[in-house]
């Protein structure tokens, strides 16, 4: 560009007005309906948040006793699908990026792909006929024999259906994504530094420690935290997985677990009627919240590293 | 004249040293894998022929590896050191890792086809579950909603999407388009649910509450599928060389005519593996259409009036409001889940092939 670049017009056309006008158009109308969601959500949930238990029967005192629970649920199960996803995942990552060969790379992540595919009431199918059956018999040893450890205390659920198993299912939508970033970031890995490594006698894995792993540190933050902002909205599998009972519990193993908001929307909502849709819909929003949150903060981390990537 | 020294002759004695260590040969991993293996189907075998009980593959198979990890890292840290056995161990677990993500796909994969092939069958397509208590009836009128809302909805976000990624990548300069950018990223974290409760906010306003329609439920998708289109074809618009639009700018051509002859074309395949990939996306939401379509038994083809089912839904309901006997509302469901796998690898199937074939080709 020289100093004189003072940016010459093209001549508008009708077209070109009739294009970028659309374009525009259609531009605005995201930040349209976004703004539609917030202000729709909130115009329905301000009676909701002073609503008490004469006015709507789903409540027991008010509004936050009822969404406390919920809330920790939601986050507690996430957490709890996070802890089992991100080293699955990073293994799965490290193995398609750097251990499988070359030629077999694109087909093994075409395949964990396919798991993102499969619709989330498959995966409550799934869920509550096969995992939690097979699953029942190691929460019963575990309980028996590890019950003194406060998470696997007793009585152990007859059904398997328990806030771990809907954590494993959540863990089980929530790899295909995380493994995805992570193979991204470990595949942009400059060569240069992993080829010095091998040159210097390090082993593959002293490789990957010294050169992959720090390299893809953010990567691995950020897919855990899209990850999590995921489960965190998951809704069907833990509406069917789950036997809850809407309890603040960290105890993983028994028959009463506390429920997540999307669930409790997903199974509640077709029988509510009126303010109770009403509270429903506020527990949406600070769903909403929640997950907006947090998937701010991973877009941040992302876009803090776009300073400092590349090889340097 | 100069008196050599004459040299000592050179000995092979072995230095001991980690690089000049002993190394494992190349079988070495296969053939411990083989012997854990062999010995867990041992243990397995004699577990189960006292307890009277078969012989349990899974276990066996999962015994077996575990025996491996421990025994590979003993194997190697005795001959090759610990750097190596190190390595070794990691190798195993990573390995291990995409192993155990396998399992649950494979379990789903043969649960879903045994289950669902029971029901599989004409009736299935053919019928709704219109006065159907008991076995029979079908899910037609759950596809067909399930087409009507889908199909409603990547009618709306197709052209919003693919304008907005034009405007993103053609034309959006400055605070908007970076706002826009923001905000589909936002959009993208969107509970699914949420964007059913939207929906039904909005209808309620309107229709008053307890409102559940088919438009609803395409609404309620279309703020799902949007974003996913607007990601997808801005990134494919971003791949057109930058020479393409410039050439065109010197023959004298519009910018307009420039985005719809040069531009689209060279990326449409890209743009269409990725609306595919996103109406595979919506295609399996259930949240949403639960909360803003409702669910009914009967068929349904008027968007604007009553309650629609939808296929996820169907499968949902199915298991959810079981009735007598529950075997045929538990096959239902299976064979309702099975449609739902296909449709959506068909799609991601058709999608890649589209991806493959049509694709540029910008070789010389």
């Known amino acids: ?312 | 004249m100069t008196v050599t020294t004459p040299q000592e002759p050179r000995t092979a004695t072995p230095i001991a040293n980690s690089l000049t260590a002993g190394r494992l040969p190349a079988s070495a991993p296969w053939v411990i894998l083989g012997v854990a293996m062999a010995v867990s189907a041992a243990l397995f075998a004699i577990v189960g022929f006292a307890a009277g009980a078969g012989f349990d593959w899974g276990g066996a198979i999962a015994v077996g590896g575990l025996l491996y990890i421990p025994s590979i890292w003993i194997f190697s840290r005795l001959v090759e050191g610990a750097r190596r056995a190190t390595d070794r161990l990691v190798t195993a677990l990573v390995t291990a890792a995409f192993v155990l993500a396998m399992i649950p796909l494979i379990s789903l994969a043969i649960t879903v086809i045994t289950l669902g092939a029971s029901r599989f069958d004409v009736e299935f397509f053919t019928s709704s579950m219109r006065n159907v208590t008991g076995e029979g009836g079908g899910a037609l009128h759950a596809i067909v909603g399930t087409l009507l809302m889908t199909g409603t909805a990547a009618i709306i976000s197709i052209p919003i999407g693919l304008l907005a990624s034009i405007y993103l990548v053609e034309y959006g300069r400055g605070r908007l388009a970076q706002g826009i950018t923001f905000l589909v990223d936002v959009m993208t974290g969107i509970p699914s649910i949420v964007a059913g409760l939207f929906a039904y906010a909005l209808f309620a306003i309107f229709f008053g509450p307890g409102v559940r329609l088919g438009i609803a439920g395409a609404i309620a998708l279309a703020v799902l599928m949007i974003p996913v289109v607007v990601r997808s074809s801005e990134e494919m618009l971003r791949l057109v060389p930058n020479e393409l639009r410039e050439a065109a700018y010197a023959l004298g051509v519009p910018k307009w005519l420039t985005i719809l002859k040069v531009v689209l074309p060279t990326s449409i395949a890209g743009i269409t593996t990725g609306i595919m990939l996103s109406i595979a996306r919506v295609i399996g939401e259930t949240a949403p259409l639960l909360i803003a379509a409702g669910f009914t038994q009967s068929m349904n083809y008027n968007l604007f009036e009553g309650r629609m089912s939808s296929l996820p839904v169907f499968v949902y309901t199915q298991y959810a409001n079981q009735g007598n006997p529950p075997e045929a509302y538990l096959d239902r469901a299976w064979a309702g889940a099975l449609t739902l796998i296909l449709i959506v690898m068909a799609l991601n199937l058709i999608a890649r092939l589209i991806a493959r074939f049509f694709a540029p080709k910008f070789g010389r």
């Not at chain 1, 970028?20 to 202000?39: K, N, R």
């Not at chain 1, 193979?183 to 490789?207: K, Y």
């Not at chain 1, 429903?280 to 949150?293: C, E, P, R, S």
Request: with cysteine.
């Open chain 1, 1 to 312: 560009m020289s100093s004189a670049a003072t940016t010459i017009k093209a001549k508008q056309r009708p077209g070109d007005r009739v294009f970028s006008g659309s374009a525009v158009f259609a531009g605005s109308m995201i930040l349209v309906t976004l703004a539609a969601v917030a202000i729709f959500l909130i115009v329905q949930s301000v009676p909701a948040l002073f609503a008490t238990s004469e006015e709507a029967s789903i409540l027991t005192t008010n509004f936050w006793d009822y969404v406390w629970p919920l809330l920790f649920g939601t986050v507690w199960a996430a957490a709890l699908a996070l802890l089992m996803a991100l080293p699955v995942s990073i293994g799965i990552a490290l193995f398609i990026s750097h251990y499988a060969p070359r030629r077999l790379a694109s087909v093994l992540g075409y395949i964990v792909d396919l798991l993102a595919a499969v619709p989330s009431v498959v995966f409550g199918l799934w869920g509550i006929g096969v995992l939690a059956p097979a699953v029942q018999p190691v929460y019963s040893w575990l309980v028996e024999n590890l019950g003194w450890f406060p998470l696997f205390a007793g009585p152990v659920s007859g059904t398997g259906r328990t806030i771990l198993t809907a954590a494993i299912v959540l863990a089980v939508m929530v790899l295909p994504i995380m493994t995805a970033i992570c193979r991204e970031v470990f595949l942009q890995t400059p060569v240069l530094h992993e080829e010095a490594a091998l040159a210097l006698g390090a082993t593959r894995w002293e490789m990957i420690r010294m050169a992959v792993l720090p390299f893809g540190r953010s990567g691995i933050v950020s897919a855990s935290v899209l990850g999590l902002g995921r489960a965190l909205g998951e809704t069907m599998a833990v509406a069917m997985v789950l036997s809850a009972t809407g309890v603040i519990s960290f105890q993983l193993l028994t028959s009463v677990n506390p429920s997540t908001i999307a669930a409790n929307i997903a199974l509640s909502f077709p029988e509510a009627y009126g303010l109770n849709v009403n509270v429903l819909i506020a527990t949406g929003l600070i769903l909403f919240v929640v997950t907006f949150a947090v998937n701010a903060f991973a877009r941040w981390i992302v876009s803090r590293r776009k300073d400092f990537s590349g090889a340097n």
